[in-house]
């Protein structure tokens, strides 16, 4: 038998978080720690490698985008689902940008938050195609961030249906399923299409077909 996921919670709401606790137990998905803040996240993720981590956006002192940023510079590799109201696109975008595989509201289902967390495990990530306009708007409201350049790219008609189920979070061997390919051509796909984006990442290559309209 397969071992349950692990994740770790980050929010600074007690209630929230047991909440979030009871949901992941009933679906079989073991919750190894927890963390008010972005500071006891980091330590917290150090010592328990989880397969996923549960982070809250908004949080005093130590944040989530500060959480974030400070993964990268530990390197620790984990994929991040935020959990967040939603009512500022503009952060999440942000989170997105430094390295969020996905996010998903507070008000999610038992059903809608167990597929996410296997989703991001299995190298998936969860920028469904209903947020994507509001992402796109989002971007387009104000210039890019400093250093945040998107150069332009020549997709070819498969790599944009590859980087279509990416963004739905789908993972190589779904994308090969349904697309009708071998999973090692899929990966090979995948490749080009973070080349030719210049994005470090399935998700910021998704952030970057966004802003240049791939994905309409």
Known sequence: MTSPLSVVIVDDQNLVRHGIRSLLELADIRVVGEAS???????????????????????PRYDGLWTLENLRLRELEV??????????????????????????????????LKTAVHTLAAGGTLIAPSITDRLLRAIRSGPAPAGDTFPPADLTAREVEVLRLVAEGLNNREIAGALHLAEGTVKNHVSTILVKLGARDRTNAVLRALHEGLLR
């Open 37 to 59: 803040d972005g500071a006891a996240a980091i330590d917290v993720i150090a010592a328990t490698n989880p397969d996923v981590v549960l982070l809250d956006l908004r949080m």
């Open 79 to 112: 994929p991040v689902l935020v959990l967040t109201t939603f009512n500022d696109d503009t952060l999440v975008l942000e989170a997105l940008r430094q390295g969020a595989q996905g996010y998903l509201l507070k008000d999610v289902t038992l059903e809608r």
